[in-house]
């Protein structure tokens, strides 16, 4: 307390902070590290069984689950694998064929007992095997969710339906419907009239199990509606024409209300229908007509409120879904009536999203989702990035010459060795090689992003490096495409 001429009392103590609160700031880091060991602990020696090894992206699991003590018992169709030699157990079975999903699970519950095999946990990274892992995981009694909730999820037309009949009143939550759109199935050109109908024109044509924007485009006509629908549906017939798209499931179509606003993806920890932890990605401009990601940054810029919205509306449609244990991908768009749901990929998210997170705020989102698998609540430290990542995609017709040119390669390696850059390769330079540059379906190869302390900053950063390695090009704008996210 202190006192001048004037007699005039001012406690000087109250525009300090508290000791305890300093107190507290200083142990909070120990106090972090101690829980972070204390799960590594718990993990170590546990044996978990993932279902489907996914793509090239995935392949940084299988040495993180070694580092963890983790005996991963990983089931593939692939008996070639290249991280057959990285895990506990290798398990072979053709569990392509998702119509038979049922008969797989009792096939793999039956294989670990006859291997004398006992698992803690059972997941997925691999979206097509949703459902399987869930019917696994119910048969062995491991933490996990159900398989009508796994299917659900995976059939959009399922999800849309589900979530628009959530209309009672939920207390502190919005009614859940609101966040559905208009969707109808079609399994027979004889659908498309009735579709039409139910959801109007322009509309968003899709396959009904597919991810990565494979098969989607934009139809303003009946006449666009069925000529789309009988071009993807001849292409897109089973696996062998394009893995890792739904095709295992079927090639039924789904057509769904065209929506107006912001593309984001929220991925999502949930425990015990308790959210643990969420992390929103803005996604930029697709490249017309193209809807393949081209951009991202992460975390959002987005004001609080509507960060909090797509938190909540996220969230609200896993759970009323049913999807109660995991780590969980949802792709929502910001309307001007608030947030929609585009889909759900009931498993963690793919892509550069897991080393970002971890960049940014040091968690480890495959360490989730293993956790979760085991019955344990994961601990998440409240540490606010400081920084930005913006990224960019390159995409094989484009971009080859990122990898194939010697010059650009070695300013890229340099670019690389010294920070400037994060770059995650999401398919194997062999594969690049042998590319085709008219594919109609193609899918990106890389991402390149770097960090910054402002949006404006990354953006900056990031359109420097793309006109340097001649990213930027006629008909692949990057400055267009950041400029939303």
Not at 4 to 20: C, G, I, T
Not at 216 to 237: G, H, M, P, S
Not at 315 to 328: D, K, M
């Amino acid at each position: 307390v202190s006192s001048d001429n004037s007699s005039q009392y001012k406690r000087r103590d109250l525009d300090m902070p508290k000791f305890d609160e300093l107190f507290g700031r200083s142990v909070r880091p120990w106090v972090r590290t101690m829980l972070t060991r204390s799960q590594d602990y718990l993990l170590q020696d546990k044996t978990i069984l993932v279902i489907g090894a996914g793509g090239y992206s995935n392949q940084f699991i299988w040495p993180s689950a070694l580092e963890l003590g983790v005996n991963i018992v990983l089931v593939d169709s692939n008996l070639e694998y290249f991280a057959r030699d990285l895990v506990y157990r290798f398990i072979s079975i053709d569990i392509e064929d998702h119509k038979r999903d049922r008969a797989h699970a009792s096939f793999i519950v039956e294989t670990l007992r006859d291997m004398n095999i006992s698992v803690d946990g059972c997941l997925t990274f691999w979206d097509d095997c949703g459902p399987l892992a869930a019917l696994v995981s119910e048969l062995l009694k491991t933490k996990g969710n159900t398989y009508k909730a796994a299917y659900m999820a995976k059939t959009k037309s399922l999800t849309q339906a589900h979530l628009r009949k959530r209309t009672g009143p939920i207390p502190h939550w919005q009614y859940t419907s609101l966040f559905a759109c208009r969707s109808a199935r079609i399994t027979c050109e004889a659908d498309i009239p009735k579709a039409i109908q139910a959801v109007s024109i322009p509309a968003i044509l899709k396959l009904e199990h597919a991810s990565c924007a494979v098969g989607v485009n934009i139809v303003k006509c009946k006449e666009d509606v069925f000529n789309q629908y009988a071009n993807i549906t001849n292409r897109l017939r089973t696996n062998v024409d394009f893995r890792g798209v739904g095709l295992g499931f079927s090639n039924l179509m789904v057509l769904m209300e065209h929506l107006q606003g912001s593309d984001h993806v929220v991925d999502v920890v949930i425990f015990e229908r308790k959210l643990v932890a969420a992390f929103i990605t803005n996604n930029g401009l697709t490249n017309w007509p193209s809807y393949i990601e081209t951009s991202a940054l992460m975390p959002s810029n987005l004001t609080v409120d509507k960060q909090a919205q797509l938190v909540n509306a996220a969230f609200q449609c896993l759970t009323e879904l049913g999807l109660s244990n995991g780590v969980f991908n949802v792709r929502m768009q910001l309307t001007s009536i608030g947030p929609k749901l585009i889909d759900i990929n009931a498993r963690t998210g793919g892509l550069y999203i897991c080393d970002w997170v971890k960049r940014l705020y040091r968690i480890d989102l495959m360490k989730c989702a293993l956790l979760v698998s085991c019955g344990i609540r994961p601990y998440i430290p409240l540490i606010p990035p400081s920084e930005y990542i913006l990224g960019v995609m390159l995409m094989p017709s484009k971009h080859k010459h990122v990898m194939h040119d010697k010059v650009t390669r070695m300013i890229l390696d340099d670019m690389q060795s010294q920070g400037d850059i994060i770059l995650t390769l999401l398919e194997t330079e062999e594969s690049l090689r042998f590319a085709n540059d008219k594919a109609e379906y193609e899918q990106p190869y890389a991402n390149i992003a770097v960090q910054a302390q402002t949006v404006e900053e990354a953006r900056r950063k990031l359109l420097n490096i793309c006109k340097k390695l001649a990213i930027e090009t006629s008909d692949y704008k990057v400055s267009q495409f950041i400029q939303l996210c």
